[in-house]
């Protein structure tokens, strides 16, 4: 089929900005919509995990801006990350179709792509985010879980050392950035043993100590396999641990009827069962 | 001599490749007369042996360290300003 008549004409100088996701492995994830995005961009920002995925995009187009010198030790990313929407959006005012291009989903643990759709639509560009294989959708299939058998939670590790929050400890839980839970300056891109240590004191009271934990990596090349160690909960302080990696708690105890549910629940069957009608 | 990113890309889309041997990935590699970079990586399983070919190239992974750890988003009377280009080498030197 001659698809050419498809084509949306280029005859436009209003500027537009898409986020799209790479994926996670180099070939494997990147959709033909993302593609799609990259190539009729006149502007690709890349904010990839790898340097070899980045060179895999300049492939995809001519002009590919780096945003990881924008990266500094000691630099807040706070600013950094401003500093990115601000390049972005530059172009978009200066009327150019902008890509940006973000390592796995480009909505997942990524501030920028969110603030930058956000203001660009605030001052009428066209403006929106298609999704990536993310690294979490890579520890699903690569570790077998299921996050609707138990339930799963999520957090970013620090967010339990600054926050009060509820933990399930029947579901799993996962915490990322691990490697740098309680860098309140967000000045730093790794923090030490002491600062896991807090996070496991955190950790132990919902589980045992020798609770098992998964540390996972899931593979940028193509080349690679995904890193998969298992440590007890009180030997994560002295592992070495890269900021990459993410952090699995399997369940610690089964999930309990609630048999006050189950009541209310078992009486609108019986209802329905008489052929009443139900109310709420 | 096959370009490595070409490869590497040809490796992730083939389902018999993406998930091969590295002893059957290594003969596709000596077939495709692949770098030996390319080809020490997939022997010993470490992709760090790139580095031979493209330099060091150690990103810092956004997607790790995007979301800012608490809730406070930053000042909004602050105005976004883009860097000076001069500053920051664009596009990237990679």
Known sequence: MDTSALTHSNNTCRGSLAC???????????T???????????????????GIVEKWL???HPDVRSLQPYYQEGKSRLKTYREWVALIMAEVRAGKRVCGVFYGHPGIFA??????????????????????????????ADLGIDPGRFGCQHFEASQLLFYERRIDPAGYLVLWQVGLVGDWSLARFQTGPAYRQVLVDRLSQDYPLDHEVIVYRGATLPIEKPRVRRVALCDLPNIPLTVEETVVLPPAEPLRLNLAMRERL??????????????A | MTDTIDLLEAIGQDASLRHASAEDLGKVLAQAQASEALTAAVASGDSTRLSAEFGLMQNKTPEGILSPAREDEPEEEDPLEAPVPDANPLPSQK
Not at chain 1, 20 to 30: A, E, N, R, Y
Not at chain 1, 112 to 132: T, V
Not at chain 1, 266 to 279: N, R, S
């Open chain 1, 20 to 30: 799209v996701g790479m994926g996670m492995t180099l070939g494997s994830h990147l």
């Open chain 1, 58 to 60: 300049q492939r995809l």
């Open chain 1, 111 to 140: 501030w920028s792509p969110h603030k930058a759709i956000e203001m660009a639509r605030a001052e009428g560009y066209e403006a929106h985010m298609e999704p990536g294989i993310s690294a979490e959708d890579c520890l699903y």
């Open chain 1, 266 to 279: 078992d009486a609108l069957d019986a209802l329905e069962k008489a052929g009443k009608e139900v109310q």
């Open chain 1, 32 to 50: 033909p919509l993302a593609r799609s995005h990259i190539e009729r961009a006149d502007v690709v920002f890349a904010a990839l995990s790898d």
